[in-house]
């Protein structure tokens, strides 16, 4: 079976800092891992995806993550945060095969203080 | 490119009645899923169709929860008779294929009380 975990439940950050959100998985085969934002009383916006290739993927607003095999893990970082870009954070993991179906963690609520 | 439309965005109702949830997906999206989404936890796939047809509902509570996709497009999902468990935010998405990204829309919150 796979799994998503997101360690932090929330993750507090002043508003220029770098910000990091943390992402683990566990699947057999090969990780197809994505990073969604959801702001209140929205939907959740895709931000960026890991298929293949560079371990390092550049997304939307600035964001980017770091794949990293031997550490299953899929962190999610910006260089500098924005108070804009508090919300709540997924990370997911799709199957390599049948439906591809997504499974999301938990959620990571980022507050970016002024 | 519109987005993918939800309805209603806010629904009220008892225990032991019914709701229906619609759904209008990105144009061109063969592939579209049903989501609930309870408060603190991430979304849990309820139902996943490619056109028409159901390619995952193994975790649809099929006594109670029903949807459909006809002609390919539009969806509705069905909750019959709600429990107060069922209260959670039910999301659609939709993707060009089962193997894109998806595309999610603004969700319905429901409350059973």
């Known amino acids: 079976a796979q799994s998503v975990a997101q360690p932090e439940d929330q993750v507090n950050v002043a508003e220029g800092n770098p910000l990091t959100v943390k992402c683990t998985y566990s699947?057999?085969?090969?990780?197809?891992l994505f990073w969604y934002v959801q702001y209140p009383n929205r939907g959740l916006q895709f931000l960026l995806k890991?298929?293949?290739?560079?371990?390092l993927v550049k997304g939307s607003y600035g964001f980017e993550a770091e794949f990293n095999k031997s550490q299953t893990s899929f962190h999610l970082k910006k260089p500098s945060a924005l108070v804009s870009d508090s919300a709540l954070y997924f990370c997911a993991l799709r199957s390599g095969a049948g439906s591809y179906q997504l499974t999301f963690g938990k959620g990571t609520k980022l507050s970016v203080i002024p | 490119e519109a987005g993918v439309a939800q309805s209603p965005r806010y629904k009220i109702i008892e225990k032991r009645q019914s709701v229906a949830f619609w759904c209008n997906p990105i144009?061109?999206?063969?592939?579209l899923y049903w989501y609930q989404q309870i408060l603190g936890q991430g979304p849990k796939l309820l139902i996943q169709?490619?056109?028409?047809?159901?390619?995952?509902d193994s975790q649809l509570p099929k006594d109670r929860f029903s949807a459909e996709r006809l002609k390919g497009v539009d969806s509705t999902l069905k909750i019959q008779p709600a429990k107060l468990e069922d209260s959670a935010v039910y999301l659609c998405?939709?993707?060009?294929?089962?193997?894109?990204?998806?595309?999610f829309g603004p969700g319905t919150r429901l409350t059973v009380t």
């Open positions: 998405a939709s993707s060009q294929s089962s193997v894109h990204e998806q595309y």
């Open positions: 169709f490619q056109n028409n047809g159901v390619v995952d």
């Open positions: 699947v057999s085969g090969n990780p197809y």
């Open positions: 144009s061109g999206h063969a592939t």
């Open positions: 890991y298929i293949t290739g560079d371990n």
